[in-house]
């Protein structure tokens, strides 16, 4: 619940929810890495809860084609995909799987069965 609460009520208006949740601690002031951390967590709690399979949550996470598109670009990549491999970080481990080469796994039949 804290790490939902920590993305939700980043601006003093959440204030009254923050306490409601987390009762009398001071909120975080969270940079946009550790941001995104806790957004990954909450990604990777969802698509467990939905009971997804690491390719499952993939095939999710690529038919999104904004996502990330506010984020830098590493050298060769076409769009950023800081989001995506954040949350299939997160999930390999939740699960405490080895996480798999990126780019090849995005072909299914690279993923661990599940």
């Given at each position: 619940m804290r790490v939902a609460a920590e993305v939700v009520c980043r601006s003093d208006e959440f204030d009254p929810l923050w306490e409601e949740i987390i009762d009398i601690e001071s909120r975080p002031r969270l940079d946009e890495w550790a941001l995104g951390e806790r957004r990954a967590r909450l990604d990777a709690q969802v698509a467990l809860a939905y009971e997804l399979s690491l390719p499952q949550l993939a095939a999710v996470l690529c038919?999104?084609?904004?996502?990330?598109?506010?984020?830098?670009?590493?050298?060769?990549?076409?769009?950023?995909?800081?989001?995506?491999?954040?949350?299939?970080?997160?999930?390999?481990?939740?699960?405490?799987?080895?996480?798999?080469?990126?780019?090849?796994?995005?072909?299914?039949?690279?993923?661990?069965?599940?």
């Open positions: 038919t999104f084609p904004n996502l990330d598109t506010i984020q830098p670009r590493l050298p060769g990549e076409p769009k950023s995909f800081v989001t995506r491999d954040l949350a299939l970080l997160a999930y390999c481990q939740e699960l405490r799987l080895d996480p798999p080469d990126i780019v090849p796994a995005l072909r299914p039949k690279h993923f661990p069965d599940q």
